[in-house]
Each structure stands twice: as structure tokens, then as C-alpha cells.
């Protein structure tokens, strides 16, 4: 199943059941968000992409860094690298370790961006009492993930999250390609509504 692209369509995967990735260590994708084909250019070729955190452990629940996979057909994946490491944030919590949760990974088709791929995740401590958002980026999917920066989207405090883009309906320029409608960020507003922000 590793080498060539078998698809989606033929491949089997059971829901409630911890599995291994290709090299058969347990796989540690917490919270995870993929990254479709279509999307990027390291997608090219049917390749999907797979960030989650690593290994959650007690009595906290911290995560050390955020893992990245890779597979062609969902089922069997292939471990790529820690591409973002918690102690990177260090400074940012007052004490105790950094919390990460929930990344996710967009892909700047502008252009004229400076930094391709832009990670989301949600940034805290170990008490939950930051409520803020992280922002890595780099030029390759595969990292090394740069640390930008954490806060209060809209000012307010956020907990759960994800992203999504809006595909661009229509032509395209091709030197646009991976160019989206639109981008927004989804989270818990300090679990008492859903926020949505809208991505310059």
C-alpha cells in the first residue's frame, strides 16, 4: 500500500481501533485535521496529509509536538516528522509546560506570500487559562514549523478550533491554483457559542 497510489476508494478502515503507521509504531495524530489533494502542491498525485498532536500523557494531557503522516489511500500511513515542537512556545505560557491541541494546516496559494503553509492550533497551558490561538508557518509542508504568534481572535477567548477554505468556483489563473474563495477559522468562544472569523 506504500507505493503506488492505490486511492481511497479500496482501502479499508475501521472506526474505534488504535493502528500503527507504516513503520508499525502507533500512530499520534490527536485532534486531527487533514489535508486533501487538491488543496496544495505537495498534494499533487493524490498524496493527503494527516496533523495531529503527539502522544497525550497524564495527569496534564500535554502533547510534546504536533506529528505530520502522509498516505494516498487513508488507510496506510507513513510518518513524515515532528514538524512543530511545544517547548518552542515556552515563552509564552507564565508557568508550566505549553499546551497544543487541534492543529491545523492551510496552504497560502497567494503568490506573492512570504510564508506558504500556515498552521492553526489552539494555545494554552495547562489550566486552560490563556484561551488563545497559535500560528506556525512554513515554506513546506513537512516543516520546520516557525512559531508567528498567539492571542484572542476578535479578542476573545477561544478553545476548540478548526479551519476550512471556501474553493474557488470558476477559471483561474493557474499561477493561482491553490488560491481559496475565502478561509475561516471555527472555535469555541470559552465554550458559550460557535466564533467565526474570516482569514485575511
Same mark, same amino acid.
Given at each position: 500500500?506504500?507505493?503506488?497510489?492505490?486511492?481511497?476508494?479500496?482501502?479499508?478502515?475501521?472506526?474505534?481501533?488504535?493502528?500503527?503507521?507504516?513503520?508499525?509504531?502507533?500512530?499520534? =495524530?490527536?485532534?486531527?485535521?487533514? &489535508?486533501?489533494?487538491?488543496?496544495? #502542491?505537495?498534494? $499533487?498525485?493524490? +498524496?493527503?496529509?494527516?496533523? %495531529?498532536?503527539?502522544?497525550?500523557?497524564?495527569?496534564?494531557?500535554?502533547?510534546?509536538?504536533?506529528?505530520?503522516?502522509?498516505?494516498?489511500?487513508?488507510?496506510?500511513?507513513?510518518?513524515?516528522?515532528?514538524?512543530?515542537? =511545544?517547548?518552542?512556545?515556552?515563552? &509564552?505560557?507564565?508557568?508550566?509546560? #505549553?499546551?497544543? $491541541?487541534?492543529? +491545523?494546516?492551510?496552504?497560502? %496559494?497567494?503568490?506573492?506570500?512570504?510564508?506558504?503553509?500556515?498552521?492553526?492550533?489552539?494555545?494554552?497551558?495547562?489550566?486552560?487559562?490563556?484561551?488563545?490561538?497559535?500560528?506556525?508557518?512554513?515554506?513546506?509542508?513537512?516543516?520546520?514549523?516557525?512559531?508567528?504568534?498567539?492571542?484572542?481572535?476578535?479578542?476573545?477567548?477561544?478553545?476548540?478550533?478548526?479551519?476550512?477554505?471556501?474553493?474557488?468556483?470558476?477559471?483561474?489563473?493557474?499561477?493561482?491554483?491553490?488560491?481559496?474563495?475565502?478561509?475561516?477559522?471555527?472555535?469555541?468562544?470559552?465554550?458559550?457559542?460557535?466564533?467565526?472569523?474570516?482569514?485575511?
Amino acid at each position: 500500500m506504500v507505493g503506488a497510489p492505490s486511492g481511497p476508494t479500496s482501502a479499508s478502515i475501521s472506526s474505534g481501533v488504535l493502528f500503527n503507521d507504516t513503520a508499525g509504531r502507533p500512530l499520534h =495524530a490527536h485532534g486531527a485535521g487533514i &489535508v486533501p489533494p487538491d488543496s496544495h #502542491p505537495a498534494g $499533487e498525485g493524490g +498524496k493527503f496529509y494527516m496533523v %495531529g498532536t503527539s502522544r497525550k500523557l497524564p495527569p496534564t494531557w500535554l502533547s510534546d509536538g504536533i506529528n505530520l503522516y502522509s498516505s494516498y489511500d487513508l488507510e496506510a500511513w507513513i510518518f513524515e516528522a515532528t514538524i512543530f515542537q =511545544a517547548k518552542q512556545i515556552a515563552h &509564552v505560557v507564565a508557568k508550566g509546560a #505549553p499546551r497544543v $491541541e487541534r492543529p +491545523k494546516i492551510l496552504y497560502n %496559494g497567494d503568490p506573492q506570500a512570504r510564508h506558504r503553509y500556515v498552521m492553526w492550533f489552539h494555545l494554552d497551558d495547562a489550566a486552560f487559562s490563556l484561551g488563545f490561538v497559535g500560528v506556525a508557518t512554513a515554506k513546506s509542508i513537512t516543516g520546520p514549523y516557525s512559531f508567528l504568534a498567539g492571542w484572542r481572535p476578535d479578542g476573545l477567548r477561544s478553545l476548540d478550533m478548526t479551519v476550512f477554505i471556501e474553493p474557488r468556483a470558476g477559471a483561474l489563473n493557474p499561477a493561482r491554483k491553490y488560491e481559496p474563495a475565502a478561509a475561516w477559522l471555527a472555535r469555541s468562544v470559552d465554550n458559550r457559542y460557535v466564533g467565526f472569523s474570516r482569514l485575511t
